[in-house]
């Protein structure tokens, strides 16, 4: 109970008053808080894993211990037919960042060191946009779309740049390995050695950072795990639990299995922190990989892996908690992408994307609202240096085409010649894929099927020119790998 200070039997005015106001106030915010938060601005945790593949999660038929990961499954919806937006690391998160066609933005590859390539200030980000809408925004990982060593001489924004309010990251891969990694920038400014494993680096920094945001605000966290990207760094007492599992000793093998399990564990602190901040029921919490693996127990019989326009270059596990919105326990087969989250988390937080420039994915809310789900815009992927060197998806169906290229072997970064080829090199050769029959992919029905063909054939041309006439032009000619 509160007792004013009175005069002549009625409450006093000043300070007593104020602090009791001040105090229902905030026992309000965090009858709120428990009741779920803001209904109309959630909380938003964005996972991503690099280089996991499509059936690396427990969930998803994978020989790693995920029980963190198939938790988040169970409590939500678990998509089986979830691309990401490239089949490639920078290029996949500058499509989640910005809701576009990577290539719209110019990135149409890894960035490697040095690289004038970057996601330019121009490009509007969902931190920019979130930002606005009062949101407190923190990015922890892999960024790899600008370089955070060299931002000085190469003028290359930062994720503080990038609305972002707080970063802790790595341009590309964990150095020398996820093992006390040494190439963590924090906030524009390099950190040195840091003790332990990256992805729980990470995870400390999210509960850190998280631990010290106001609890009337919202936040967004994207969180890009370094895992499972070589150079491989794993617990000792988890390879060993794998090795043991093994007929035939695979020492490769069992360090991979056990970095997705310690990226698991961290999956798990970070979940357990949103129950601390009492944010869980109110967080839109999506959990994928940024594009297909590298090891055939990665894709289960997928055509391709990391880099291929083919199924297992870019599906991806995808799964969506939501508590306060989703009911547990679902299989969505739909086909999404995470071109799609910028629209999704605009839609649900009240956030109206800039009208002047094209938006690519569409908002995934009629999926767990009414189900009347349309999609106007094809997805679509592009990798200018593998053959094929892009696919587009219609409903069941799936065409992938070549590109007329003159150059009969490209390098592995992206250097002067790529570029006027990229402008002006058509699609001039196609195959046609049924993925309900053929997941696949191994029977081609271009022959069989020719007005849904031309149909496709027309629409994809149509498309890639109209993406890459967008695209910015990169000056290399002085840039040397």
């Known amino acids: 109970m509160i007792r ?24 309000g915010l965090h009858d709120l808080r428990a009741a779920g938060g803001d209904p109309n601005r959630p909380d938003v945790v964005l996972i991503m894993l690099d280089d996991a593949g499509y059936t690396d999660f427990g969930v998803y ?54 690289h004038p ?7 509007i980000t969902i931190a920019e946009v979130l930002k606005e809408r009062g949101y407190a925004t923190g990015h922890f990982g892999k960024w790899h779309l600008s370089q955070l060593e060299w931002a000085a001489d190469r003028n290359h924004p930062q994720p503080t740049d990038q609305g972002f309010d707080h970063s802790l990251g790595t341009t590309n891969n964990a150095s020398p390995s996820h093992h006390n990694p040494t190439n963590f920038h924090r906030n524009r400014k390099p950190v040195g050695q840091i003790s332990g494993y990256s992805c729980h680096i990470v995870a400390d920094e999210f509960i ?61 602190r970070i979940r357990d922190q949103l129950e601390v901040l009492e944010r869980s029921e109110n967080t839109f919490l999506f959990l994928t990989s940024d594009n297909g693996g590298i090891n055939s127990w990665s894709t289960m019989g997928l055509r391709g892996r990391k880099s291929h326009v083919y199924e297992g270059g870019h599906r991806e596990p995808g799964i969506l908690r ?50 009347h789900f349309i999609r106007e815009t094809p997805l679509f992927w592009f990798f200018y240096r593998v053959k094929p060197a892009a696919a587009m998806r219609d409903g069941d169906w799936v065409l992938t085409g070549y590109l007329n290229d003159p150059i009969e072997r490209h390098t592995h970064p992206l250097t002067a010649p790529d570029m006027p080829m990229i402008r002006q090199a058509p699609l001039d050769q196609f195959e046609l894929y049924n993925l309900r029959t053929d997941p696949e992919q191994q029977a081609d029905l271009a022959e069989f099927y020719p007005e849904r063909l031309s149909a496709m054939k027309k629409r994809m041309q149509d498309l890639h020119r109209e993406v890459v006439n ?12």
């Not at 006093?12 to 905030?26: D, E, K, N, T």
């Not at 211990?65 to 998509?79: K, V, Y």
Request: aromatic letters at 8%; one cysteine or more; charged letters at 25%.
């Open 470 to 481: 967008e695209g910015p032009q990169w000056d290399l000619e002085n840039w040397k790998p």
């Open 117 to 123: 390539m970057h996601l330019r200030s121009e490009e």
């Open 322 to 371: 939501w508590p306060s919105k989703i009911p547990p326990g679902q299989t969505c087969e739909t086909p999404i992408s995470h071109l799609d989250l910028f629209p999704t988390i605009c839609d649900i937080a009240g956030a109206v994307p800039s009208p002047d420039r094209k938006m690519d994915g569409v908002s995934l809310r009629p999926l767990w609202e009414d189900g």
């Open 208 to 268: 850190d950072w998280s631990s010290m945001v106001a609890e009337d605000e919202p936040l967004l966290a994207v969180i890009w795990f370094n895992e499972p990207h070589t150079p491989i760094g794993s617990p000792t007492h988890l390879v060993d639990k794998y090795l043991s599992r093994m007929d035939e000793k695979d020492a490769r093998k069992a360090r991979y299995l056990a970095n997705i399990e310690n990226v698991d564990m961290a999956v798990g």
């Open 4 to 27: 004013y200070k009175t005069v002549n039997g009625r409450p006093r005015h000043g300070l007593i008053p104020v602090m009791a106001i001040f105090l229902i106030v905030v026992q």
């Open 61 to 114: 038929g994978g020989l790693a211990d995920t029980p963190n990961m198939d938790q988040l499954a169970a409590e939500g919806i678990r998509f089986t037919d979830c691309h990401a937006a490239a089949p490639n690391c920078s290029p996949s998160r500058a499509g989640m960042l910005t809701g576009r066609f990577p290539a719209r933005a110019g990135i149409y590859s890894y960035i490697p060191p040095r």
